[in-house]
């Protein structure tokens, strides 16, 4: 008696690691898909506030003018970076590189004061730069505004080509994941099918036959979501060693959001899987049980 309820529990128990090793290597491509996605995107940010605008300011302001209209720009929601660049530095800095002082010949500075700056990646796309440079050009203190149109429409269409190809990179990989576990959660209901039919035979109510295997499911669902995180986090380790600059683009924001996903990934498609391979056996006649 002991031998078979020892015997009964080390198949059980076999079974729940089965359904925990395979639900695990799916939910880990998961998360790895969802980690592509989200550093796309930080990647994509990056590139977008390096896109450098520079404003060309009239000869007429002063320093101090110059510095006050970059303190106001500062504080503008589009600004990322920015930084003013006075003529005397810019005459400074090309003296070196040509070797001779050009207002020697000219008897005065032939540059500009510029202001430089980034913008945050939400405004830097070709509608924000519209309404932005409409902005600037109401500034008497700005004479020209330049930036590379054709760079900046080149990255917004590169980055929306590559979240279409990643979106359905995600669908197509998260509809593989549901229909592997669901096969694997099916095939561990599938072997009590029988325990099953004899429960409701005694009366048992289709709620209290499933819940035994809700529990299951959500300890198969926890469990895996916990060892999918630690595998994913030992990448990241072993990433991190190799390659410590990676850590600006994978920062600690995207690990969290990618656990989160991963456990809510994990806990809904186990309980969903486990409710519906529960109810589909549940429904089926004796002389149905014997054919599948």
């Given at each position: ?11 059980g ?10 639900t ?13 996605v989200?550093i796309?995107?930080n990647?994509?940010d990056s ?7 520079t ?12 510095h006050?209209?970059t ?7 589009y600004t ?5 660049v006075g ?16 207002s020697?010949?000219?008897?005065e ?5 510029t202001?430089?700056?980034t ?18 050009k ?6 020209d505004?330049?930036y ?7 990255v ?23 229909s ?34 809700m ?12 060892f ?18 990676t850590q ?5 924001d995207i ?11 994990g806990l ?25």
């Amino acid at each position: 008696m002991s031998s078979n309820i020892l015997s009964k529990g080390r198949k059980g128990g076999m079974q729940i690691a089965t359904l925990c090793m395979s639900t695990t290597m799916v939910l880990v491509l998961v998360g790895m898909i969802a980690f592509f996605v989200l550093i796309a995107r930080n990647v994509s940010d990056s590139v977008k506030e390096n896109l450098t605008v520079t404003l060309l300011l009239s000869d007429s302001i002063s320093q101090n003018q110059g510095h006050e209209l970059t303190r106001t720009l500062y504080h503008r929601p589009y600004t990322h970076f920015i930084d003013y660049v006075g003529n005397k530095e810019i005459l400074r800095d090309e003296t070196k590189q040509l070797g001779m002082d050009p207002s020697e010949f000219l008897d005065e500075n032939p540059f500009s004061s510029t202001i430089e700056l980034t913008l945050k990646a939400d405004y830097a796309n070709e509608d924000s730069l519209k309404w932005i440079e409409k902005e600037w050009k109401k500034e008497k203190a700005i004479m020209d505004i330049t930036y590379q149109k054709d760079l900046i429409k080149t990255v917004n269409d590169n980055i929306r080509r590559i979240s279409i190809v990643l979106l359905v990179l995600v669908v197509v990989f998260l509809l593989i994941s549901i229909s592997l576990i669901n096969n694997t959660i099916r095939l561990g209901v599938y072997a009590h099918r029988f325990k099953m039919h004899t429960m409701k035979l005694v009366g048992a109510s289709y709620g209290f036959i499933r819940r035994p295997f809700m529990w299951r499911m959500l300890l198969v669902g926890v469990l895996s979501s916990i060892f999918a995180c630690i595998l994913l986090s030992g990448g990241l380790y072993a990433l991190f060693s190799f390659e410590p600059e990676t850590q600006e683009i994978i920062t600690p924001d995207i690990m969290i959001m990618v656990a989160v996903a991963i456990l809510a990934l994990g806990l809904i498609i186990s309980l969903v899987c486990g409710f519906f391979s529960v109810n589909r056996f549940l429904r089926m006649k004796a002389g149905d049980l014997y054919k599948i």
